[in-house]
């Protein structure tokens, strides 16, 4: 601590000096001090600073150590009030930065990093050694750097920021390589290094001049070992680059400098790290071919100045699922107006990656056309010309869309893409293609020599560049994932191709967990109610153990009711700005697959201090209503409280008890008035114009001991589901509005927009089809109509309509009420809405209840809570990890789906045409909750008479018309052909077309008895 006289007229020394083993942190607040009192600190003549009254700092000096202030920038910054803001940047430089090596005697340093043995068995460097790999080895050869082959490397901090300005991944990959002990990775500080930092000189590139300071860095290291080389065992450093005017430069300097290729080919013991390296420009040119299939990209330049003028449009490329000749390109315009341009045909998406973003340009609207109708899958190279042309159909001017050509790319999103290896037929070839488990990303070419090892595995494999002149981007082997099939290997597929976070908790995120025995402190009672006498009890699915919400109904003495919705209070124990609340903020939602959960926050929080279980007290946050008996609301309150519920029940148990006469206790009383409220508030939402709609979910029964699926059924929802639907949509509402009232800018809500009419195209088409009118003017209209559709003879078609007309809607998405003028749920006909009641596993509900603790006085705010901006970029990542979970969980129920029918042989059961496509039939089986296509055009047998209607839609085949919700009888059966790519096969049985049609199997393969895991 330095005490300072700040006398006009006086010199004093400092009599105090504390030794700082972190000089920056006694600078900041030092100068700080100084700058204020407008003062400069120099030497006096014991060693310790003094200070004086001047504008002007050259050197701070602590006996043997020398800090420099090399430089000071001032400029102001205009705020988003509207003020301005001074800010001054200093740059230090010292000479106490340690080197990190163990044999090091001359930096005083408290601990090392990199090891005095630093072995790795080299053809090219036989001595001990450490690599310093430059910004574009980082970049481009990361998958190489995270081997544990490849340890004792030196990061400089000019290479670290570089790998930070230009790609946050790859930055944020480095840095976990950073934090594993075992790997030796050192960060070594050269840009405040006196030794180390060097100036751009005048006409340099910013690039030209971070190669030398690399270059700088690396001779100074080399030179600082060389003075402990009697210890070192011959010590040296060797410069990685695949720049060969960086190489050379180095090699002039004298420095031990090879390519990365180089270094990695002559590690002796690893010759499979060789397959993981990204191809470098002379192996793409290798690869390619002569002959030219693509347009040349445009230059950025070009790029942007079409985007300012309008010629060109930028969005996001989306592959499509069926057709891989066929994309759209979504761009954003002004507020909530969007555009599709649709693209078609391999010279038009001209070498664009699902998710890139893109430049197109729109073809005159002669070329306009329609999407199309064909399933088409890349299996094979073939004629892409012919196919191309079969694509184009006949289409009526008003189903033809905006249509036009990528002619640059922006912005490519690759990441490491999950697979299988297709081996090549040629003998002792090292040059594969790899087929991406998603089939809207390309085939990649890649190279490797343990073909016959990864055949049959999954493995992930990175793109690293598509060059014009080939027909597949090219690519490195990555890492091997197990045995395709597998379960655990095709769960692990399933959650790195939807960017799942899955990964163990991190010590330092478990850190902010409560300690052990943990209790409920007398200090926490005096903040909150007690609600603990009341009859409180939890409604939920089977087997749950993270329990959100819990419920209460009770007469008052007024003759009205007093109703509870208690919600886990999960703010209590996740504090803003920790390592806990980043990573759940990251993670954004709980994942359910089948048999399996994927956290938000740990298991000691998930299914237990914040689950809601019965007999135990628990933190809540209550929303409490005073209701008369026509479900009027008369009184709103919210309070933090303390529960003990009397019950967790599940939703059968709890529609038996409303159900039995015979019981008359407390819990039962309660259930039956929340059941009777209940009804009258959904009765009441389907009048304002609330939509209920139809999808079919499936629940599947595991063997005991295999975790196989062995029986699968379609889920019954009860009274009981719809009660606890009601009171947690009436919270919901509840909570949106008053955090709205309080913070008008910066409010979480959440909202769902009214579809276009164009959505409801395929739902009108399809109603039309059974003489059915839908009105789609509103969300009532819609609601009446469906309501009132019915088909004699055809009970089903009620539910069918319902199921086609959940297709049609918008996404529901998360949004900061400050960044939008819209808050409407179409859904649910509410003019204001919100989550609050799943903070265990929604991320968004954690920042409502932070919010609403703040409008009741229950909790203090902080500054990313009112930053209007940061609210609607954490809704973003909420909203892409919300879309990513509901994907996993559709493949988890689809992996399962294929694990069930693959001991049960061919089934045949009855089912209902969805859809009708230009060469195929998209069947609903309602008993399994299951959809499949009957194509009608075969590789191995000669195809029907097929004729396609748009306007119906219709397909004839031969002499029969298939139309949408027809009946149909179909054979099932999984397709294990493609391990990679299983698939539910269905053939047609009736009705019966000679040629088309397959007979019915005589007898279902039995299945094996197994044990039920109930």
């Not at 009258?680 to 114009?689: D, F, P, T």
């Not at 979910?697 to 699968?712: G, Q």
């Not at 994907?887 to 049960?904: C, E, G, I």
């Amino acid at each position: 601590m330095l005490n300072c006289s700040d006398t006009p007229d006086s010199k004093r020394e400092a009599t105090e000096l504390f030794l700082f083993s972190r000089v920056p942190v006694f600078l900041k607040t030092f100068g700080k001090f100084c700058r204020a009192k407008e003062l400069v600190y120099t030497w006096g003549a014991e060693g310790l600073p003094s200070v004086g009254r001047r504008k002007h700092l050259n050197f701070i000096c602590f006996r043997s150590l020398i800090v420099i202030m090399l430089k000071s920038k001032t400029f102001v910054k205009k705020t988003r009030s509207g003020g301005v803001m001074k800010v001054v940047r200093e740059h230090y430089l010292r000479d106490d930065i340690w080197c990190g090596s163990e044999v090091c005697t001359e930096c005083k340093q408290e601990s090392t990093v990199l090891q005095k043995d630093a072995c790795m068995e080299s053809s090219l460097c036989s001595y001990p050694h450490y690599l310093v790999p430059d910004t574009n080895v980082v970049l481009h050869q990361i998958d190489i750097l995270e081997d544990p082959v490849i340890c004792n490397v030196i990061i400089l901090q000019t290479v670290l920021q570089e790998v930070r300005h230009r790609s946050a991944p790859v930055y944020k990959r480095l840095k976990d390589i950073i934090h594993e002990k075992e790997k030796h990775f050192y960060t070594f500080t050269n840009e405040h290094h006196r030794d180390t930092f060097i100036e751009r000189e005048p006409g340099e590139s910013a690039n030209d001049r971070n190669d030398r300071a690399i270059r700088v860095a690396v001779k100074w290291y080399s030179q600082h070992l060389k003075t402990f080389e009697s210890d070192t065992d011959g010590l040296k450093v060797v410069l990685l680059t695949n720049d060969q005017g960086n190489k050379q430069k180095a090699q002039d300097n004298g420095l031990l400098v090879y390519k990365c290729e180089e270094y990695v080919k002559s590690l002796i013991a690893n010759p499979e790290l060789v397959d993981r390296l990204a191809l470098s420009s002379d192996d793409k040119s290798e690869i390619t071919s002569s002959k030219v299939l693509f347009p040349e990209h445009f230059p950025l330049s070009r790029i942007q100045t079409g985007i300012k003028s309008g010629s060109f449009l930028q969005g996001t490329f989306r592959a499509s699922r069926d057709n891989y000749l066929e994309a759209t390109v979504f761009v954003q315009g002004e507020g909530e107006d969007s555009t599709e341009v649709l693209i078609q045909g391999l010279q038009n998406l001209n070498r664009a990656v699902h998710q890139d973003v893109v430049a197109v340009q729109l073809l005159p609207r002669s070329e306009w056309v329609a999407p199309s109708s064909v399933v088409l899958q890349d299996e094979e190279e073939g004629n892409v010309s012919f196919m191309e042309e079969d694509l184009r159909t006949a289409a009526a001017e008003a189903a033809r869309k905006p249509t036009g050509k990528v002619v640059g790319v922006i912005k490519r999103n690759w990441r490491p893409f999950c697979g299988m290896l297709n081996v090549s037929q040629i003998k002792e070839s090292t040059r594969h293609l790899f087929t991406p488990a998603d089939r809207r990303i390309p085939r990649i070419r890649i190279e490797t020599r343990q073909a016959s090892t990864l055949a049959g595995q999954r493995i992930m494999v990175a793109i690293d560049g598509w060059p014009k002149d080939s027909r597949y981007p090219n690519g490195h082997f990555v890492r091997s994932l197990g045995g395709a099939g597998e379960k655990e290997t095709e769960e692990e597929v399933l959650l790195l191709e939807h960017d799942v976070p899955h990964q163990a908790f991190s010590q330092a995120v478990l850190s902010f967990l409560p300690k052990m025995p943990w209790a409920i402190t007398p200090e926490d009672m005096m903040k909150r109610e007690d609600l603990r006498p009341l009859t409180v009890c939890s409604v939920d699915p089977p087997g749950c153990t993270d329990i959100d919400d819990a419920l209460h109904c009770r007469e008052l003495e007024n003759g009205n009711l007093e109703v509870g919705v208690h919600i886990a209070d999960v703010s209590h124990f996740i504090r803003p700005g920790n390592a806990l609340d980043k990573e759940a903020a990251n993670r954004g939602t709980t994942v359910y697959l089948c048999g399996k959960r994927i956290d938000m926050v740990p298991e000691l929080l998930s299914s237990n201090l914040c689950s809601l279980r019965s007999n135990v007290d628990r933190l809540a946050f209550s929303c409490i209503w005073e209701i008369n008996h026509k479900a009027e609301i008369l009184k709103t309150r919210f309070t933090k409280s303390v529960i003990n519920s009397k019950a967790s029940l599940t939703y059968a148990e709890a529609q038996m008890r409303i159900d039995d006469t015979n019981k008359n206790d407390d819990i039962t009383k309660s259930l039956r008035g929340l059941n009777k409220l209940a009804k009258i508030l959904k009765r009441q939402r389907i009048e304002k114009g609330a939509l209920t709609l139809s999808s079919l979910e499936v629940r599947f029964h595991m063997d005991s001991e295999t975790h196989d699926p062995i029986d699968l059924q379609t889920k019954e929802l009860m009274e009981t589901n719809s009660m606890v639907e009601e009171f947690m949509l009436l919270a919901n509402i509840s909570v949106a509005q008053k955090i709205y009232d309080e913070f008008p800018e910066c409010a979480l809500l959440r909202k769902h927009p009214a579809p276009p009419p164009s959505n409801y195209d395929i739902l009108i088409k399809a109603a039309k089809s059974k003489e059915v009118e839908v009105h789609t003017d509103s969300a009532k209209a819609l609601a009446d109509s469906l309501d009132a559709a019915k088909v004699d003879g055809f009970p089903y078609f009620n539910t069918l309509l319902r199921i086609l007309a959940t297709r049609c809607m918008m996404q529901a998405v998360y949004f900061c009420s400050g960044m939008d003028s819209d808050f409407h749920h179409y859904g649910l006909a509410s003019p204001i809405y919100t989550h609050f009641t799943s903070p265990i596993r929604r991320y968004a509900d954690i920042i409502v209840h932070r919010l609403l603790a703040v409008a009741i006085g229950a909790d203090t705010t902080y500054p990313d809570l009112m930053d209007k901006h940061k609210q609607s970029a954490l809704c973003n990542n909420l909203n892409y990890r919300h879309k990513m979970s509901q994907y996993a969980q559709r493949a988890s129920v689809a992996f399962h789906t294929q694990l069930f029918f693959k001991s049960r042989g061919i089934l045949n059961e009855e089912g209902f045409i969805l859809f009708v496509r230009k060469n195929a039939i998209i069947v609903l089986i309602p008993k399994f909750g299951l959809e499949g296509t009957v194509f009608f055009d075969s590789k191995d047998k000669v195809s029907p008479n097929i004729v396609f209607e748009e306007e119906g839609p219709t397909l004839s085949v031969e002499q029969h018309k298939f139309h949408i919700f027809d009946k149909v009888k179909v054979t099932i059966s999984l397709d294990d052909s493609n391990i990679q790519h299983q698939k539910i096969r269905m053939a047609l049985i009736e009705p019966v077309i000679p040629g088309v049609s397959v007979p019915a199997p005589d007898t279902e393969t039995p299945a094996k008895k197994q044990k039920l895991d109930r």
